[in-house]
């Protein structure tokens, strides 16, 4: 009889953990939705997409591939992304999805496959990443997702050296859930977070120095000020030596003729 209960509290405390992962269906692409063809090699020429713009991207096996999209307070977003390889490998490889939001700063997936590896005989991976609900406001130190734009990098972590520029094609698609309702939130941020893009300016000719002002030379500088510890340690010093003087005077022996 205690089995079966502990088999049942288990089997409850087990569909427990897995309803909020099975609650957000998997992203479809938005009907009519142009398809984007390109992906960026970096942070500062990432290809914007939006929730539910389907990716079909051609790349080469070593790539870093990037993709910028906004995000709003109250939404849930997951990345999937899945690849094919058209031709046969050498070796196993390991393949990882990230991504960062407006500060470059790596967030965490609460769920999905996000650094799986795909066998040398396995004709295509996929990934995936479930990010935390985006707040409308938290402390700078705590890395909690805010509002603003993130960052999503495809790469291969780990393969074998022959297999480096095969090629692949990719597929992805960003897909967001807007849960709405209070969030508990006692603040609001004043700016989505977007990193500083704004380049400075290039000068054409040398700047002038500006014109320095001379020192005036005060005699007086080098003094003490008056009170100072400085010069009552010399006042004690010369009475001391006063003292001296007139107490070995008065002590010493006269001499005889």
């Not at 006042?235 to 005077?249: H, K, P, T």
Request: net charge negative.
């Amino acid at each position: 009889m205690r089995t079966l209960i502990r088999a049942a509290a288990a089997t409850t405390a087990a569909g427990l953990a897995l309803a909020p992962a099975a609650a957000l269906a998997a992203p479809s692409p938005s009907p009519g939705a142009t398809t984007v063809t390109k992906a960026g090699t970096s942070f500062l020429t990432a290809t914007t997409v939006t929730a539910g713009q389907p990716v079909q991207v051609g790349a080469s096996t070593g790539d870093h591939l990037y993709w910028s999209f906004r995000a709003d307070a109250g939404q849930v977003h997951e990345v999937t992304a899945t690849l094919t390889f058209p031709k046969s490998r050498s070796g196993a490889s390991t393949w990882t999805v990230d991504v960062f939001d407006g500060l470059r700063r790596r967030q965490a997936c609460t769920a999905g496959a996000q650094t799986p590896t795909a066998d040398a005989s396995a004709t295509s991976v996929a990934l995936g990443c479930t990010l935390r609900r985006v707040r409308p406001w938290a402390e700078p130190w705590s890395g909690d997702p805010l509002p603003g734009t993130y960052y999503i990098r495809l790469s291969v972590t780990d393969l074998p050296e022959p297999d480096l520029g095969l090629p692949i094609d990719v597929e992805m698609l960003v897909g967001a859930t807007d849960e709405g309702g209070a969030s508990g939130d006692d603040g609001e941020l004043a700016a989505p977070l977007v990193p500083n893009t704004r380049a400075g300016t290039v000068l054409t000719a040398e700047p002038t120095p500006e014109p320095v002002a001379e020192e005036e030379i005060d005699l007086t500088g080098w003094l003490p000020e008056a009170g100072s510890r400085w010069v009552w340690t010399t006042v004690g010093g010369v009475l001391a030596a006063v003292a001296g003087v007139v107490g070995f005077g008065l002590t010493r022996r006269p001499r005889r003729p």
